[in-house]
């Protein structure tokens, strides 16, 4: 069974200032993740995802996130956050069993001005 | 393009009443899946299909039924409604088994008293 675990319900951080949104994956096989997000009242948005290769990946409005195998984390980052990243963020596994998803139970992350 | 369309955006029910939440999606995409999201519980599989003519259970299937009889709609019905079903559902498809990433719709909030 694959699980995802997002240990932080909610983060809180100043605008100008780094973000980490921190995810930890358990799969058997190759692990396919990914990154949602969630605005209020609207669907959840993709934002990057790691297949294979690079370690650290690229995804959209200025997001990355940095694949760790040994460690099994996938946690999301952004250089300098802003106010509107305020958002629910939602980290995911993939599995090749009809593609279904796993969720991790969301971050709240709240950026300050 | 519409991507993902979910029908209607908001209902309340009342004990043992019925409902179909309706799922279209305009991409051509092959997999379609309803989630139920909870507070401080991620989302939850309920239903997947696989392609037309094609539904399996998720991880929480009970009280619900699901049909596939067209390629771009994916219907979720709830027989007998029950306040343990208050949820917002959404639904989502995906274009590839692996790779791709899901296009959710704006939800369904459904109340049920």
């Known amino acids: 069974a694959q699980s995802v675990a997002q240990p932080e319900d909610q983060v809180n951080v100043a605008e100008g200032n780094p973000l980490t949104v921190k995810c930890t994956y358990s799969?058997?096989?190759?692990?396919?993740l990914f990154w949602y997000v969630q605005y209020p009242n609207r669907g959840l948005q993709f934002l990057l995802k790691?297949?294979?290769?690079?370690?650290l990946v690229k995804g959209s409005y200025g997001f990355e996130a940095e694949f760790n195998k040994s460690q099994t984390s996938f946690h999301l980052k952004k250089p300098s956050a802003l106010v509107s990243d305020s958002a629910l963020y939602f980290c995911?596994?993939?599995?090749?069993?009809?593609?279904?998803?796993?969720f991790g139970d969301g971050t709240t992350l709240t950026v300050k001005p | 393009n519409a991507g993902v369309t979910q029908t209607p955006k908001f209902r309340v029910l009342k004990t043992g009443q019925s409902m179909t939440l309706l799922c279209a999606q305009d991409m051509n995409h092959e997999y379609m899946y309803w989630y139920r999201q909870d507070p401080g519980m991620g989302l939850r599989l309920i239903h997947y299909?696989?392609?037309?003519?094609?539904?399996a259970k998720g991880e929480v299937p009970d009280g619900y039924n699901v049909s596939r009889l067209k390629k771009q709609n994916f219907l979720l019905g709830l027989e007998s409604a029950a306040p343990s079903q208050t949820s917002v559902y959404f639904c989502?498809?995906?274009?590839?088994?692996?790779?791709?990433?899901?296009?959710f719709g704006n939800g369904t909030r459904l109340t049920v008293t």
């Open positions: 790691y297949i294979t290769g690079d370690n």
């Open positions: 995911a596994v993939k599995n090749t069993n009809a593609g279904k998803s796993t």
């Open positions: 299909s696989v392609g037309e003519g094609t539904t």
């Open positions: 989502a498809s995906s274009f590839e088994l692996r790779y791709s990433p899901l296009h």
């Open positions: 799969v058997s096989g190759n692990p396919y």
